[in-house]
Every structure is written in C-alpha cells, then in structure tokens.
C-alpha cells in the first residue's frame, strides 16, 4: 500500500476515534468504512485495519492498568498488615 493512503487512513481513524469517544457511538467506523467503501476499497481496508490496531491497543491498554491497580491494591493491603 501506497504512503499516502497508509497515512491518510491513519489521520481518519484517529478523527473517527474522537468521534466515537465524543459521541459514545462504537460502531461509527463502520458507518464510515462504508462511506469509504464505495469510493476506494484499499482506503477502506487500510482504515479498517488502523481502527481494529486502535481498539485492540486501547482494550489491552486497559487490560495492563487493571492487572497494575489490582496488584498495587494488593500491595498496599499487605503493608498495611
């Protein structure tokens, strides 16, 4: 895939990204893929692909924060002791 279109694809899914948080809409992206869809197949492809890296990095993102607080609770309990 060409520069520009990796590049282009990674500036919409990061204003679609916004959107979703904004709106609490967590399906907007496939409105939009749609609408990509019909006018470029690899934009929409390379958009796709740049949501679902996003979405897959901010679950496990929140994954890693929750192991981290639960094992800093724990700490905290036993010092307490």
């Known amino acids: ?21 904004e709106t609490g ?17 690899s934009l929409e492809e390379a958009f796709l692909t740049e949501i679902r890296v996003r979405l897959a990095e901010r679950k496990a993102r929140q994954f890693v924060i929750k192991r981290l ?7 905290k309990a036993i010092e307490k002791q």
Do not use: N
């Not at 809409?25 to 197949?41: H, I, K, N, P, Y």
């Not at 607080?69 to 700490?75: F, G, P, W």
């Open 25 to 41: 809409e967590d399906r907007f992206f496939v409105e939009v893929g749609e609408v990509l869809g019909a006018a470029s197949q």
């Open 69 to 75: 607080t639960a094992h800093r609770s724990k700490q």
């Open 1 to 21: 895939m060409s520069d520009t279109i990796i590049s282009l694809a990674a500036k919409l899914a990061e204003d679609t990204m916004k959107v979703m948080d």
